[in-house]
């Protein structure tokens, strides 16, 4: 598959047919943190497998919607579920979701996930602001032909993790009970979870927390200009940290006691964003 202009046009001209307005800002919802979307008002809500050229999510607990609608006085757009390479996927279809915000006109990019702790200092419930990633496997969304349209063929990283942005994020934590944290986010392939032995090696090359998602959606906006800011929930400490196997349950657990301060948090960044000149 040839990934061109008008092979993403396709989905963001059936997206302009249905939302009569174009967002401000694109939120990525990670695993379980879908009660942020009760947050948004007047919502017109898509499904992935609706839109053209778009992907469909099969992860249990992402819902597989787009949502369009108000937080906080400002347009947005929500993905309620994101893609991962274990799905399937192959790494350059993972690029689709942010070139169709870039289209739409989105002019920053929130990205949230659940993640394991490698920090021993971290605990389940805290927050960390990525303020950069290590990703040693897997091959680059950007592999391929480029796409001139979008950027160019090579590109910096070295503010990829939006300082800015990432200052707001610590200013708005204030009074809402969080622990926040700032951090490297390492990416693994997955499906399983990452093994003691692989945790340590994530420590020793600077790392505070390891997942499955996040750096493709980011790289793909660093590539076309976009303002990243990314959040990760810490949903469990990671394997070896403590002397217990790793579950999905745990996961579950932790992200649902904190959704609902993590949403009132993530919508005060939507609400403040604007004192941010990106």
Same mark, same amino acid.
């Given at each position: ?12 001209d ?11 800002i ?24 609706? /839109? =053209?050229?778009? %992907?469909v ?5 992402? !819902?597989?919607? #787009?949502?369009?609608?108000?937080? $906080? ?9 994101r893609?991962?390479s ?9 690029? /689709? =979701?942010?070139? %169709?915000?870039?289209l739409?006109?989105?002019? !920053?990019?929130? #990205?949230?996930?659940?993640?394991? $702790? ?12 990525v303020?950069d ?8 969304p ?22 800015e ?44 927390a ?6 493709t959606?980011?790289?793909t906006?660093?590539?076309c ?10 949903t ?13 349950e ?5 992200a ?10 993530l ?12």
């Amino acid at each position: 598959m040839e990934y061109t202009l008008e092979y993403f046009q396709k989905s963001a001209d059936y997206i302009r047919s249905i939302v009569p307005w174009s967002p401000e800002i694109a939120i990525v919802l990670g695993s379980f943190l879908g009660p942020f979307t009760d947050a948004i008002e007047d919502p017109i809500v898509i499904d992935y497998g609706d /839109i =053209p050229n778009f %992907l469909v999510s099969t992860v249990q607990g992402h !819902a597989g919607k #787009l949502i369009f609608g108000t937080v $906080a006085g400002r347009r947005v757009v929500c993905m309620s579920g994101r893609f991962h390479s274990y799905e399937g996927y192959d790494f350059e279809q993972l690029v /689709i =979701p942010v070139r %169709l915000f870039k289209l739409l006109g989105v002019k !920053a990019l929130i #990205l949230t996930n659940a993640a394991g $702790a490698v920090n021993a200092e971290y605990r389940p419930g805290d927050i960390m602001i990525v303020s950069d990633h290590i990703k040693l496997t897997g091959a680059s969304p950007l592999r391929g032909k480029n796409v001139d349209e979008f950027g160019p063929r090579f590109f910096d990283v070295s503010r990829m993790y939006t300082p800015e942005l990432r200052k707001l994020a610590r200013a708005c934590a204030e009074g809402t009970g969080l622990t926040l944290h700032e951090g490297v986010y390492m990416f693994f392939t997955g499906p399983q979870y990452e093994t003691p032995a692989e945790i340590r090696a994530a420590r020793i090359l600077g790392a505070d927390a390891v997942g499955m998602s996040t750096v493709t959606e980011a790289l793909t906006a660093a590539h076309c200009g976009m303002p990243v800011l990314c959040l990760s929930v810490m949903t469990n400490m990671a394997a070896g940290v403590l002397e217990q196997p790793l579950t999905s349950e745990e996961v579950l657990e932790t992200a649902m006691a904190v959704a609902k301060r993590f949403s009132v948090y993530l919508k005060n960044i939507i609400e403040r964003i604007g004192e941010v000149s990106l």
